[in-house]
């Protein structure tokens, strides 16, 4: 019997020292997994990061670019008015001068 008793302690032991073994692999295991998917997350954010400044950095050049567009289009529009104005003007004087001749004319032959 007492043979019996320590066969069972003794496999109750390895089995303990077994369990331990794959607790400890386990632990093992769990931290390699940890530290792979922090890395993963890191380099996943990092990536985030690269693509958002790279879509931010596009979206200033258009911006920029529609900018430029724009004021060039409103610069093209004042020259046209301004050329119109210039045009009226001169009409515009060149009315007044005739009025202004004609008036001169008349009184002078009276």
Sequence with gaps: M???IEEV???EEKVNAGIKQAQARASEIKTA???ELSEKVTK????GR???QATVADAKKEAYRLGE???KQANEKRAALNSRNVENIDILVDN???IILTTKYETDTK
């Design 2 to 4: 007492k043979k019996v």
């Design 9 to 11: 302690l003794e496999v």
């Design 33 to 35: 997994a940890d530290k």
């Design 44 to 47: 996943a954010k990092e990536k």
């Design 50 to 52: 690269e693509i958002l």
């Design 69 to 71: 567009e724009k004021v």
């Design 96 to 98: 007044i001068c005739k």
